[in-house]
């Protein structure tokens, strides 16, 4: 059973525009959810993270949207550039126990010059 | 430091046989993790651990075995490989205190079961 679901699955985006990936989450006690961004033949990294008790968090050119009442947080990335082209997973975890990381399927990004 | 580290980076495995996949840290990080990543599917947790010398089940776990004996080592095993064990692996760590949620990511091991 998927309790992350992610979408688009790829999403092609012109220089300067913005990219938006969405996520949808069922277990409520999820309170925790960051962003990885993996490059090909790489690890995924973090790239932000953002906690239920705001509803969006910048940082640079990337924000989260966070909407706790709806179960739902996107990825907006601001002024997309080629370098951004990457794959994007959102990802959700309780604070409780072991707190691992249920991710999404992930979405393949890529930037046109 | 080196991060996480992972080895080897590709293996070729004929159905039936084993091997054991290496994860370092040098982070000094209580939690480790092993995930595998399929096309479409995301990441996975195989097992993971909270400390030296305990592991525990994650999401995917069937066919594979974990043991941490010593704080920075993570090793996963196939004890018979088959073929829907073919995937990209990667393993993880962090801190398990003071509020740092963070996971580092190795870089990979691509295995293929023939």
């Known amino acids: 059973q998927q309790q992350v679901k992610q979408s688009p699955q790829s999403l092609i985006v012109q220089k300067g525009g913005i990219s938006i990936i969405n996520c949808a989450y069922e277990n409520t006690a999820f309170d925790y959810f960051p962003w990885y961004q993996q490059f090909p033949g790489k690890g995924p990294a973090l790239l932000i993270a953002i906690r239920p008790d705001v509803s969006e968090k910048k940082e640079g050119r990337f924000t989260i949207s966070f909407n706790k009442s709806a179960k739902q947080f996107s990825l907006h990335i601001m002024d997309s550039q080629p370098g951004d082209s990457a794959t994007y997973f959102c990802a959700a975890a309780a604070l409780i126990g072991p707190r691992q990381l249920t991710f999404g399927s992930g979405t393949q990004l890529t930037v046109l010059p | 430091n080196a991060g996480v580290t992972q080895t080897p980076k590709f293996r070729v495995l004929k159905t039936g046989q084993s091997m054991t996949l290496l994860c370092a840290q040098d982070?000094?990080?209580?939690?480790m993790y092993w995930y595998r990543q399929d096309p479409g599917m995301g990441l996975r947790l195989i097992h993971y651990?909270?400390?030296?010398?305990?592991?525990a089940k994650g999401e995917v776990p069937d066919g594979y075995n974990v043991s941490r004996l010593k704080k920075q080592n993570f090793l996963l095993g196939l004890e018979s490989a088959a073929p829907s064990q073919t995937s990209v692996y990667f393993c993880?760590?962090?801190?398990?205190?003071?509020?740092?949620?963070?996971?580092?990511f190795g870089p990979g091991t691509r295995l293929t079961v023939t």
């Open positions: 982070m000094n990080h209580e939690y």
């Open positions: 651990s909270v400390g030296e010398g305990t592991t």
């Open positions: 993880a760590s962090r801190y398990g205190t003071g509020g740092i949620y963070e996971q580092y």
